[in-house]
């Protein structure tokens, strides 16, 4: 059974800290996403990273996929907070035609004035 | 183009009511899902559609049924609701090639 684990489960920092959340699993997978869901809403695509070591950026936020494709990070530089939320990262299981995301439990991340 | 979109947004049930939750998208996508999230335990799949005409069970099928009514909607019903189906229900439709995921806005439902 593939597993990610997120961690921390939860996070609170003051506007302007840099954070780093991390996304880990013993399984490969062929790619992972990045999804924020604020309260009361949908979780919401931030990124997608499909090859081992690559690095997206997205404004202050940095994706980082493991040279394996077993983990991933997020690190946000000077938080504010707009980027409060939960953070939740998801791999991609390419086999056959089901296309379904093994989901992690999330990071709560609250960023104070 | 409204993206996925979910009624109702709230619903309060009693032990033993049904109802069907709905949901549609307009992206043209071939894949949706439906998922409870619950605290502690994350997004489960309840059931999945890849295509028109095709379902298939996810992890948390027990009490369930959908429909896949036509290639843009998907519904859920819960046939005699229970206590433990208390959750928020998530719809959400895939893109084909990078398995990305949109997701609806939810249905909160508290069942009594």
């Known amino acids: 059974t593939q597993l990610l684990e997120q961690s921390p489960q939860f996070l609170s920092i003051q506007e302007g800290e840099n954070l780093t959340v991390y996304c880990n699993s013993s399984?490969?997978?062929?790619?992972l996403q990045w999804y924020r869901q604020e309260p009361g809403e949908g979780p919401v695509l931030l990124v997608t990273?499909?090859?081992g070591g690559e690095v997206k950026k997205l404004k202050r936020l940095t994706f980082q996929f493991g040279d394996a494709r077993k983990d991933s990070s997020l690190h946000i530089t000077a938080a504010q907070p707009g980027d409060t939320g939960l953070y939740l990262c998801a791999g991609g299981d390419n086999a056959g035609n089901n296309r379904k995301l093994i989901w992690g439990l999330g990071t709560s991340l609250a960023v104070n004035p | 183009n409204a993206g996925v979109t979910q009624t109702p947004k709230f619903q309060v049930l009693k032990t033993g009511q049904s109802m069907t939750l709905q949901c549609a998208q307009d992206m043209n996508h071939n894949s949706m899902y439906w998922y409870r999230q619950d605290p502690g335990m994350g997004l489960r799949l309840i059931y999945y559609?890849?295509?028109?005409?095709?379902?298939d069970k996810g992890e948390v099928p027990n009490g369930y049924n959908v429909s896949r009514l036509n290639k843009r909607e998907f519904s859920l019903r819960l046939e005699s609701a229970a206590p433990s189906q208390t959750s928020v229900y998530f719809c959400a439709s895939r893109t084909s090639g990078r398995n990305e995921q949109f997701f609806g806005p939810g249905t909160r439902l508290t069942v009594l």
């Open positions: 990273v499909v090859t």
């Open positions: 399984s490969v997978f062929s790619s």
């Open positions: 559609s890849a295509s028109e005409g095709t379902t």
